[in-house]
């Protein structure tokens, strides 16, 4: 039907004609001309209908924003002064000869160009609409791209592409599953996958060596910011590997995509231990595009007369850490309130400062509200943090996962605020992450999933398995985990070693992972893999502010699709074939029988 996209008209096209085929941007009336800007995926171009040719004028005349039109033309150069550099295709128009209505469309819920001035929630319901935006097709468009780029090395480097079943068991990855229940099975349930975990392992017990999918997850998370219930991995596992060659391949594939998509050559990728990352940065994605750092500063505060200080300082699990921001002096006292309540968010009982007015003249350089505890070690403490006149440091004082969590998002939060950064990317590989973390109970749960490899043997796991290191890895870009996976375990004794520690006993080891179990026993070779959010990735490449920005057709904060109205009710029968039946709702409060 069409011969160009609109968005390919340039002036190598002069004197040609053309037809297009889209949807009508802008219709303007200039004097007895009408102006129409027609849209496509591609782009826009204007196109002038003169009254001339009076069929299409006609038609042109009764036209309205988001109608589909066909418009044959000749393209001419703008005349002088008309012409629109900043428009791709800003220097031609099309002289129409013919248009025709291949459909009308009613009124649009909003304007393509104020979309702003609507909720996301209108946006959302209409989303065929929104997509139609420039913005959202550009970033779909570079989505696909990506997904190409990352196609086409995987399969240069011998991966292949084998997908897994949707209908499955549960994998655990830390969320909860969604099910679905079985018609022919009464009472029995699919849970989606979490992630291919299971299956891809078992690729490769079968042999296939290095295996991708981009993979559809689902996981009935509690409202995070920012999370999809369903999503997109990029999951990849190779046998016969060790860290450092999965980590090369995967960071070459990354590398390349950003050269390819965004013309972008990132820069060494550094690795880094678990440990030191919390240490430095209060975090195991840390930004390092912030120049700030956390600083211990426990051994001073031991003997300070001030219980918030000296309490964690000495206490095991406690942590006192300095922040320091160059220049930041200038912090207003609203600000700091307002950072106060922020670390609040993460648990901090406060945010202590200190501001280096004058250091020359010793505390009375000084301006802070516990400066005065801190007599005896001052000078150490600002020589320790390299504190100079102008200068702002912040404290963190309390359990060290509260310490980490309030610094780690301060620091994120002024490098925002200040515009600290010095870079456009920081990529890096965090490294040698602990095994098992505790809850607040002392039981311990996988730190990454329950079938990564330890560093260690499984005797030693077994005495001191809070201690033990994991043979995982995480790549993180500008603060966002982009991706982590691990070694795994392909020896059956060591894995019952962990579930044993993670007190799934015999029994249910054999219920739910049977399976892998058995898998383990004929034959598993050595293997290793890791997965990248796919969203995420597009949306740090994109420059999104969120995730749904980047995915068609998402899903809102409460996991519900606004355009379908899913999750929906079913009818009696669907339930009665699926052995289900439903309580009464509860009656709300006040309503009689
Ligand atoms: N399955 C893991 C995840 O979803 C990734 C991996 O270990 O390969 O996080």
């Known amino acids: 039907m069409r011969s160009h996209y609109c968005g390919q008209l340039n002036e190598s096209l002069i004197d040609q004609e053309v037809t297009l085929c889209g949807w009508v941007h802008r219709r303007r009336d200039h004097g007895g001309v009408i102006f129409l800007d027609m849209r496509d995926r591609d782009g826009v171009a204007q196109v002038v209908v003169d009254p001339d040719t009076a069929e299409a004028f006609a038609t042109a005349d009764r036209a309205r924003s988001e ?73 779909l468009r570079l989505r696909s791209r990506i997904t190409h780029s990352v196609r086409a090395y995987l399969e240069g480097e011998g991966f292949l592409d084998i997908e897994t079943p949707i209908l499955t068991r549960a994998t655990p990855e830390g969320a909860r599953d969604y099910l679905v229940p079985s018609r022919t099975h009464e009472g029995h349930f699919f849970a989606l996958p979490q992630s291919p975990q299971l299956f891809k392992q078992l690729l490769m ?16 998370e509690d409202l995070r910011a920012d999370r999809q219930p369903e999503f997109t991995q990029i999951d990849i596992e190779a046998s016969f590997i060790e860290e450092r060659d999965i980590m090369g391949i995967t960071e070459t594939m990354v590398r390349q995509l950003f050269q390819d998509v965004l013309d972008v050559a990132l820069p060494e990728f550094p690795r880094m231990p678990y440990s030191e990352a919390m240490q430095r940065y209060g975090s195991d994605k840390p930004d390092l595009r912030i120049p700030l750092e956390l600083v211990d500063v426990d051994d001073l505060m031991q003997s300070v007369d001030f219980k918030v200080f000296s309490g964690p300082a000495k206490a095991d699990d406690g942590r006192v850490a300095a922040l320091k921001v160059s220049g930041g002096a200038k912090l207003s006292r609203k600000e700091i309130d307002d950072y106060t309540k922020f670390v609040g968010i993460y648990g901090a009982k406060g945010l202590a400062w200190i501001k280096v007015n004058e250091r020359a003249k010793g505390l009375d350089g000084l301006q802070s509200p516990i400066v005065k505890f801190m007599e005896g070690v001052i000078e150490e403490l600002l020589d320790r943090v390299g504190a100079e006149d102008g200068d702002i440091v912040f404290f963190g004082a309390d359990k060290a996962r509260v310490v980490n969590e309030a610094l780690g998002a301060l620091r994120v939060k002024l490098g925002e605020d200040l515009d600290l950064y010095t870079a456009d990317w920081a990529p890096l590989w965090v490294v040698d992450f602990p095994m098992f973390e505790a809850d607040d109970n002392g039981r311990l749960a996988a730190l990454h999933h329950p079938f990564t490899a330890p560093s260690c043997a499984p005797e030693a796991l077994k005495a001191s398995p809070a201690t033990a290191l994991s043979r995982a890895y995480d790549m993180v870009l500008n603060g966002t985990e982009l991706g982590g996976g691990s070694i795994r375990i392909h020896d059956q004794e060591m894995q019952r070693v962990v579930f044993d520690v993670l007190g799934i006993g015999k029994e249910e080891a054999e219920e739910k992972f049977g399976f892998l179990l058995d898998a383990l026993k004929f034959g598993a070779p050595p293997h290793g893999g890791l997965a990248f959010g796919l969203d995420r990735l597009v949306m740090l490449m994109t420059g999104s502010r969120t995730i749904r920005d980047v995915i068609a057709f998402p899903k809102t904060q409460s996991a519900a699709d606004l355009m379908t109205d899913a999750p929906g009710e079913v009818s009696k029968e669907q339930l009665r074939d699926l052995h289900i039946r439903l309580r009464p709702k509860a009656k709300p409060e006040g309503a009689g029988e």
């Open 67 to 139: 109608y589909v039109l066909r418009i044959r033309g000749r393209i001419r150069l703008r005349p002088e002064g008309t012409q629109n550099p900043n428009m791709p295709t800003g220097m031609i128009e099309v002289l129409a000869k013919d248009v025709e209505v291949l459909n009308t469309a009613a009124t649009p819920p909003f304007q393509l160009d104020e979309h702003g001035k609507v909720g996301e929630e209108v946006r959302l319901k209409y989303r065929y609409v929104d997509l139609r935006r420039p913005e959202m097709i550009e970033k």
């Open 205 to 220: 017990v079968s042999g296939f060596d290095r295996y991708y999918q981009i993979a559809k997850c689902f996981r009935d």
